[in-house]
């Protein structure tokens, strides 16, 4: 079942529920009005016809008869010749009953004017309280009203007062009829209304929909769901929608970017590889080569080895730190004197060329959050490459910004293009400038990688004839 015939079912059934209660009140509270309104009318009748019968100028004394042959009943005029007595119509049906229940007077005296009064209710009557009866008189139903009239303590009269319940129940009959057929009606009108409004109202989703199974079959994450509605709830989701898009957008290009990025590294790595393995197999050729080659060709074939080999160590030796950096090594974190640190390895880079010196510019005291040991390695990595592509002398600086300890590597080399900068970080990348210097394009990678383990920042400014600066932020160390 859908969303919008749950709803419009939802719609029609609190409607049809409504109309339901609506017409119960309605016709429980008709009914009861118009009985009582019938009721208030016949005790008024008989409080008036109990008047008259209290004032007659003499009591009629009813004269003892066989219980099983009462006397045959009086017209009015002729059970009294007051004047008011005589002149009441049958507006309502009026009689008079003896004690015992028979009929002593109707306007017309017959034995066929007599009402129903059953044994209960004569006993209630000789009680003192009034009954109301609803009994059946030739086929049709009315309620009927008797009261008791007393003479010194002893039931006297018994005073029937009776309308017919037709027209009420045919009122009410018809009451219900048009509370159902209106109430159909209307219950079906609110159903193709809410089928209707539902459609309306959930369109938005149905675009969401659309956009999501167009978006599974193209992978096209740059679509967006068009609201130009009311921030309302179906708002709201075409906006989140929307931004889970962008998201699923960003990730999605992150994750083509590593997949390239694998397969240039996979690419990479071969070619790095094939070359130093390559030189081996040639040179262990000619090593097994008969006639063997004279000792001084056989030196420089094993120096060849021993170079490649120390080549595929190296590289080897990084590759094995950038996985260590990619799954995640916790590295330690705790205070560390930078100075110290940057002292030591600057006189290990000095051995590296001694044309060329590295020269400090260091704040006093400053201290770092991080592993003493990775920051080494990283300062040994900018230094070498600052040595590689820089002529004159390396400016180390480092200084205390704010909640930051800074420290800047400077060169004066050649510079690098602003068209690479963006891939500088980038494994086994190299600029052209730099296909003739050692290496395999990891060493900033790397460097990247330990920063970023460390909780800090590395980045990189160049101008071309210039030269170059690397600077890495850290966190202070707390005194």
Known sequence: MTIRLRLTLIYSSILALTLVIFG????????????????????????????LLQRLPILIVIEEAPKQDPPPPKSFNQFSD??????????????????????????FGQVEDALPLSEEALNTLQTHEPVFETQSVSDENMLIYSRPIFRDG??????????????????????????????????LLAFGAGWVLSGLAL????????????????????????????QDEVGKLANTFNEMLARLQNAYEKVEHALTQQRNFVSDVSHELRTPLTTLRGNLGLLVRRPPAPPDEQEDILGDMVDESDRMIRLVNDLLMLAHADAG?????????????????VRQANHLDKDRKIITNLSPNLSFMGDRDAFKQVLLILLDNALKYSNVDILVQAEA???????????????????????????????EESAAVPGFGLGLPIAKSLVEAMSGTISIESEIGKGSTVSVAFPAAPF
């Open 24 to 51: 119960i009140a309605l016709y429980t509270f008709q009914s009861q009005d118009t009985i009582n309104a019938l009721k208030q009318d016949l005790v008024a009748s008989s409080n008036k016809f109990a008047d």
């Open 82 to 107: 007051t004047q008011a007595f005589q002149d009441m119509r049958e507006r309502e049906i009026l009689r008079v009953l003896d004690a015992d229940g028979n009929l002593l007077a109707s306007p």
């Open 154 to 187: 002893e039931l006297a009269y018994i005073i029937q007062v009776a309308r017919s319940l037709t027209e009420r129940n045919r009122t009410l009959n018809s009451l219900a009829t048009i509370l159902g057929v209106v109430g159909s009606a209307m219950i």
């Open 203 to 230: 369109r938005p989703i149905d675009r969401i929909t659309q956009t999501a199974q167009t978006i599974g079959e193209k992978r096209d994450f740059t679509r967006r769901v068009e609201h130009s509605g009311k």
């Open 329 to 345: 090594r916790s590295l330690v974190k705790e205070p560390n004197v930078i100075n110290d640190v940057i002292e030591e390895t």
């Open 401 to 431: 910004i704010g909640s930051l300890v800074k420290i800047h590597v400077k060169d004066k080399g050649k510079g690098i293009p602003p068209e690479e900068l963006d891939h500088i970080f980038d494994r086994f990348y190299r600029t």
